[in-house]
């Protein structure tokens, strides 16, 4: 593997218009799956395009990736379904485009295939890819740690290379002689000590406390998940009353179904966001959110929580009853730890008398959000790549040895 060195910074403005594939310059395919991926895959082709100027990056993306020069053949939308029963529902469509990605792969014959994220789509396709001799790599790692762990003997028919948020994971897939490596967490990129020290000084010293309610990205778990939140915010108004509450929205389509619940709650004096996630956890007292990469961002950001989740009850039920869930904590800040350091209130508890409750502990009680905010520091360092890399500079190093030694020379 090449070793990790620091890259000059990665240029913000790339092209919008998807280079050329010309002979003796690589040929990249990404794979991504919903925002994150798309996320993700902007940063990593930036990095990529760093190392390999003449690059021609191909596949599925997003936004972000083709106004960084991505040729998208097809859209992220075209992957977002979460949970056991909606996939179930859409396994046909989903059947069909990963045959015609996978056609149109074998066609063109990229020098390297890279799937982000979106593990139950992408792993079948690059082990099919993989058999017929292209190489392939994957960008995040399933959660091996939580469930299943002998599916990394799997995911190595799958890809050469996974690449791992977390640094707990290559320890893992070593047992199973899985080549893995810690490229570290692009949240911990955007959050630093330095930056979590500016915090907003505009909010009067009379203004009351802000609470963030984070309900998730996807339609279903806000349809799920926020209706408990604001029932929640009226329980706590009736002890804090001057609480004050904002929703930062994963996305502008979201809008509509937001300001839908909110009227039917009769809840008033909430803030609808557009995005700005990051600046209102940093300025936020204590955040109610959804499980997943929200806690993590909570905790980057230095903001106390209480994380919910609640998933379609066939998915749960099938999930339990199979006994594939591993892990006892859910959190990713509780798993990180290794200790229930932020409260957990998963479905049947995911209660609006039980997140009222422990939200009013966090803000009443100083001790209590203290003793979260003494912990985040050191997962954010844990977070961070070797060598004072970016998360995606390090990813395209780990990459670069899978590409031909002729590339772009």
Not at 63 to 75: I, L, T
Not at 216 to 223: F, L, Q, Y
Not at 246 to 262: F, G, H, Q
Not at 367 to 396: D, I, N, S, W
Request: hydrophobic content about 45%.
């Amino acid at each position: 593997m090449s070793r990790l060195q620091p890259q000059s910074p990665i240029p913000i403005v790339a092209a919008a218009t998807p280079t050329q594939r010309s002979q003796g310059s690589p040929c990249i395919a990404l794979l991504a799956g919903e925002t994150s991926g798309d996320l993700l895959g902007s940063d990593l082709l930036l990095a990529l395009r760093a190392r390999f100027p003449n690059a021609h990056f191909v596949g599925m993306g997003g936004p972000r990736m083709r106004a960084a020069g991505f040729d998208a053949w097809h859209d992220i939308s075209e992957l977002s379904v979460m949970g056991l029963s909606e996939v179930l529902r859409h396994l046909p469509r989903l059947l069909r485009l990963r045959n015609k990605l996978a056609k149109r792969l074998l066609d063109e014959h990229p020098d390297l295939v890279v799937g982000i994220d979106a593990p139950d789509f992408n792993l079948g396709l690059e082990r099919r890819l993989k058999r017929t001799g292209l190489r392939t790599a994957h960008y995040v790692s399933p959660s091996i740690w939580a469930w299943r762990e002998s599916r990394a003997r799997r995911i190595a028919q799958s890809a050469e290379r996974i690449l791992c948020l977390f640094p707990m994971e290559p320890a893992i897939y070593a047992r199973y002689g899985v080549d893995a490596t810690f490229v570290g967490h692009p949240l911990a990129d955007k959050f630093t000590a330095s930056s979590n020290e500016q915090k907003n000084t505009t909010t009067p010293a009379t203004a009351g406390p802000l609470l963030a309610l984070l309900p998730g990205s996807r339609h279903s778990e806000i349809t799920r998940l926020l209706p408990i939140f604001l029932q929640a915010v009226i329980r706590l108004r009736r002890t804090v009353p001057e609480l004050r509450v904002a929703i930062p929205l994963a996305s502008d389509t979201l809008r509509e179904l937001v300001e839908t619940e909110l009227a039917r709650s009769e809840l008033d004096g909430i803030e609808i966001l557009n995005g700005q996630s990051h600046p209102l956890l940093r300025t936020a007292d204590v955040a109610l959110l959804a499980s997943g990469t929200a806690a993590l961002e909570a905790a980057l950001a230095d903001c106390p929580m209480v994380v919910a989740y609640r998933i379609a009850p066939l998915t749960y039920a099938l999930v339990k009853g199979l006994g594939m869930l591993k892990t006892q904590r859910y959190s990713l800040p509780n798993i990180l730890a290794g200790y229930d350091l932020v409260p957990e209130r998963i479905q049947h508890e995911c209660r609006a008398s039980l997140l009222a409750e422990d939200l009013q502990q966090l803000l009443c009680n100083p001790t209590a959000a203290a003793a979260q905010r003494k912990v985040f520091p050191t997962l954010r360092q844990a977070l961070h790549a070797a060598h004072g890399l970016r998360a995606a500079e390090a990813a395209a190093a780990a990459l670069a040895d899978l590409l031909p030694a002729h590339a772009d020379l």
